[in-house]
């Protein structure tokens, strides 16, 4: 997972990832958006799945629900 929010912290990710009761994943903050941009997210509620050989499999520009998202990486996992 990556968050492109610059003020994230390590502890407001475990926060965030403990209230969603999102399993624990890697995690890293994209402060520079050099990420970001390699994916063409420009909006913060940007998500973004890539499978294990680098291709992007899904996007969405709005608050993805759990279940799709569940669904999404279940597929690439």
Known sequence: MVSTDPEDTPRSIEEFRQRGEI???PWTIDRRGEISRALGANALETT??????GEIVYRDTESTD????ESELEEVL
């Open 48 to 53: 973004v799945i890539v499978d294990r050989e």
């Open 23 to 25: 399993v624990p994943l």
């Open 66 to 69: 759990y279940e799709t998202l």
